[in-house]
């Protein structure tokens, strides 16, 4: 099956009531009844309701774009691997040679150094005829191989003495004036957060599941506008070989109650019937933030709105936005025989 977001040509974080919408237009486009002219009308139809049946379920959903993630980490990986190539056998380090391990770590080739020379044999000198000549070659050996054994027994110390220096001084050498080259980050993970207005006022505390199957907790911070974005550090996917990434969290404040937010004001609806709207009052609202009084001016019609400054939702800087109080003219539930009586003689322009 092809992808069910494509199919139906929505977003990965679409709501459902966009699925809702996209799948009814879809359907009436691919309707084998309006597409008789078309072998395959069938065939995109049951497709199409396919994609609907899998997205408008919660835990269908949630597999598949589970399912859908994992795959993607595999290619990922895979690429990653095939750019990588294949990783070279590692060798012994030679552990008396600081040079020599070093190169191998960094992959240049060791300076030569000299070798040490033999020593010069004593040269002869012409025997004369009064000279023992067999007490002189004795003597030269022997000055010859304790010349040896001082060269000998003072490399050995060094080499003895000084392995850490030389591995330090190695190290040093090898990677001054190099820039250490930063691993490729995983793409961020965009994920959205539904959140009602009372948890922004009280900044709560969130527990978000991601599409792998983790939680991760999200403080909603002061200020919180819909749709903004919160950037959580290195809790997003990890990739083997990369930096991990973010999740990008996208606050989206729940507008289907008796208010919603335009930024930091509150707005919602106030019903008034036709004596109040008439003469005026004053009530009483129980807002998010705590109870406000609402004083309606007399002779106030639907199309009045009233602003209550400072009744929203508190900025980041510690700023309020306001109240803004839309009213709406409602008449009785039973008809009241006065009130007809009056719009009647009003209509008709008699006088009671």
């Known amino acids: 099956m092809r992808d069910p977001y494509a199919i139906l040509g929505v977003r990965r974080n679409a709501g459902q009531d966009e699925i809702k919408a996209a ?15 078309d072998p395959l009308a069938t065939q995109r139809f049951a497709e199409a309701g396919k994609a609907y049946e899998l997205l408008r379920d919660p835990v269908l959903r949630s597999r598949y774009d589970r399912v859908r993630r994992e795959a993607e980490l595999r290619r ?8 990588r190539g294949p990783e070279p056998a590692e060798e012994p380090v030679d552990a008396e040679t600081a040079e020599e391990a070093i190169s191998r770590i960094f992959g240049v080739e ?46 050995a110390l060094r080499r003895s003495a000084a392995p850490a220096a030389d591995l330090v001084a190695a190290i040093v050498r090898r990677i001054r004036g190099r820039i250490a080259k930063p691993a490729e980050k995983v793409p961020d993970l965009a994920v959205d957060v539904n ?37 959580l550090k290195e809790q997003g996917y990890r990739v083997t070989g990369m930096a991990r990434g973010d999740v990008l969290a996208t606050l989206r404040i729940n507008q289907e109650g008796p208010f919603r937010t335009q930024g930091l004001d509150l707005v ?20 998010p933030s705590g109870s406000v009084t609402v004083t309606v001016p007399a002779w106030s019609g639907s199309d009045k709105v009233i602003r209550i400054a400072g009744a929203g939702l508190r900025g980041a ?4 936005g306001d109240l803004l109080v839309e009213l709406r003219l409602m008449l009785r539930e039973k008809p009241d025989d006065k009130v007809t009586d009056l719009m009647r003689s009003l209509r008709h322009g008699l006088y009671l």
């Open 23 to 37: 799948w009814r237009s879809v359907a009436k486009a691919v309707h084998p009844d309006h597409n008789q002219d």
């Open 76 to 83: 990922m990986e895979a690429m990653k691997q095939k750019m």
């Open 110 to 155: 060791p300076q030569a150094q000299p070798s040490p020379s033999k020593p010069k044999a004593a040269p002869q000198r012409p025997v004369d005829k009064g000279e023992a000549p067999a007490d002189t070659r004795t003597e030269a050996v022997a000055d010859s191989k304790r010349e040896e054994a001082s060269r000998l027994e003072a490399t």
């Open 317 to 320: 800087d510690g700023e309020a």
């Open 195 to 231: 959140v009602s207005i009372e948890q922004v006022v009280n900044r709560a505390r969130l527990s978000v599941e991601l599409p792998d199957g983790e939680t991760v907790k999200l403080s909603i911070p002061p200020g919180t506008t819909d749709g903004q974005a919160i950037r």
């Open 268 to 287: 919602t609806t106030l019903p008034l019937d036709l004596e109040d709207a008439v003469l005026g009052c004053d009530t009483v609202l129980e807002t």
